[in-house]
């Protein structure tokens, strides 16, 4: 797994060059449009997220409600693009959250060879969980909040960062422009982030795009299970609950955000996996 | 031989000592007192004291971790909270609609994913290859449970070919219940298949221009003996080893699929046991799980080294 690559700063038109593959283009077009109709939404969306019409419950797609409306006559078009900023921005989080942890982590094992046994034993034990699950027991202990999702998505997906980081260092770390920064007396922290981080960027950035993916799925699936982020907000996932009652009716409801869902995730696979043959040539025929 | 077999079995408690440590903590770091978040906003402080002390929350820290490592290696998961009964009953008795949804969604994943996987490699850049790849990546983007409802509202609800929920009454035969395990099975497997299609193309290509492979081309082999014989011999411990990665992680799938689909199974009990602040349940059923996480990972590393002479620890 360990692959040390060409430095980011040495790739001019890294967006031009995913632009250039059909399959990352597509995915970045699509990803740009999604955050755009997130971003946007207050500007975009036909009506109010909460806006209730109980006069016009469970109506299927019209022109005017595009997605049909929700059991309280809500637009869920409308919801559809308030949720995505919720979905966004918390599996956004959870990648920043999740990165610090894992950078952390993985340059202390990779560099400090006498840490390494320790913080490599705990990454191995905390990869012992099952994702969801450990998700599910720390949002329980800690609370049904976003930010307490983010946090508890954040430590579940961390320890992959920290493999990943800690792998690239152990190669940086013999490499002589290391030794020699050592040897003019370069204090540690200024070689880890200025010598050793920098070049660890790459793989970072690879893993951080498919934890994206991941940490949108993980979200919605304990939004779903009601042991997530509270029911009263929408998020793809919540939304795919409430329509899930009333799927023998009005099916729209759940398979629009679903839709959504499996978009987002697919277009950010496609980038993670070009972004992995561009940038790390010896990884791509892992997985 | 010997020494690599020790240096793996002592990090592997490690491991597991790590493992336990971070189940004991998890419930810990409930901001506030457990008991009090156990027995909701109507309990009376006398309940909350007698909660406390039944579940030991009482006493200094180090003595409850202590207890809890005890009980643990002695198999005592501790008393659930609602269900009145010891969290390893209440895990064996949701054991076999987990067993079975994995088993068969892990059956399904390779029967699909073995052979695509194979010939993609070997038809690398075929429009096969491409079509396979990007339709693994498609099942790796879609949401287990949302296929579920997908499924159910289908087969179950408009074509009326299997039940929409449940796992049969207590006296089902063998069979209802294999009829119930269908669709969640169908479910789980395809959007697990994804990942093992993608590794069993990576180890076959791999292997595919290895020496030996080529050599036994120039011998005159037929090519699907080359395949099927030569290279996938020496592909198959890592496509082994996903297979046993995958298994353990069907559990995480599990959780959300056996919600979905009614299956009375160690997932559902998870969930309501989440909904309702069980934390022994919660704790017991994390434990088993990464603790079979980690003795799945155990077996395959002893695995290598019988098969592999290569294999030093």
Known sequence: MAAVSAPLQSEPGLVARLMGRPTSGVGLIVLVLIALAALLAPWIAPYAPAKLSVAHRLEPPTLQHLFGTDDLGRDVFSRMLYAARTSLSVAFAVVVFSSIVGIVLGLTAGFFKKLDTPVSRLVDAMMAFPDILLAIALVAALGPTAVNVVMALGIVYAPRLARVVRASTLVIRELPYVEAARALGVPTPVILVRHVLRNVASPILVQGTFIFANAILAEAGLSFLGVGISPDIPTWGTMIAVGRQYMDQAGWIMMFPGAAIVITVLALQLVGDSLRDLLDPRLAKDI | ?313
């Open chain 2, 1 to 313: 031989m010997l020494r690599s077999i020790l240096n793996r079995l002592f990090g592997m408690i490690a491991v597991m000592a790590l493992v336990v440590t971070i189940v004991f903590v998890i419930v810990r770091v409930t901001p506030g007192d457990p008991a009090a978040v156990m027995l909701g906003p109507d309990a009376t402080a006398a309940d909350v004291a007698a909660l406390r002390s039944r579940l030991g929350l009482d006493q200094p820290m180090v003595v409850q971790f202590g207890r809890y490592v005890l009980g643990v290696v002695q198999g005592d998961f501790g008393q659930s909270i609602f269900l009145n009964q010891p969290v390893t009953t209440a895990l064996a008795q949701r054991a076999e609609p987990t067993f079975f949804l994995t088993v068969f969604s892990l059956l399904i994943a390779t029967v699909i994913a073995l052979p695509v996987g194979i010939l993609s490699a070997y038809k690398r850049g075929s429009a096969f290859d491409q079509a396979a790849t990007t339709l693994a990546m498609f099942a790796a983007s879609v949401p287990s449970f949302w296929l579920g409802l997908l499924f159910i509202q289908f087969f179950a609800v408009k074509l009326g070919w299997f039940d929409t929920s449940g796992y049969g009454g207590p006296g089902a035969s063998f069979l209802e219940r294999l009829n119930h395990l269908v669709l969640p099975a169908l479910a789980l497997g395809l959007v697990s298949s994804a990942l093992i299609t993608r590794f069993a193309r990576a180890s076959m290509l791999d292997v595919l221009n290895d020496d030996y492979v080529r050599t036994a081309r120039s011998k005159g082999m037929s090519e699907w003996r080359v395949v099927l014989k030569h290279a996938l011999k020496n592909a198959l411990i890592p496509i082994l080893t996903v297979i046993g990665l995958t298994a353990a992680l069907l559990i995480s799938g599990a959780v959300v699929t056996e919600t979905v689909f009614g299956l009375p199974g160690v997932g559902s009990l998870v969930v309501s046991a989440v909904l309702r602040r069980d934390y022994p349940v919660i704790q017991g059923a994390l434990l088993v799980i990464a603790g079979l996480y980690v003795l799945v990972n155990f077996a395959i590393d002893m695995l290598y080294l019988a098969i592999d002479p290569r294999v030093r620890y």
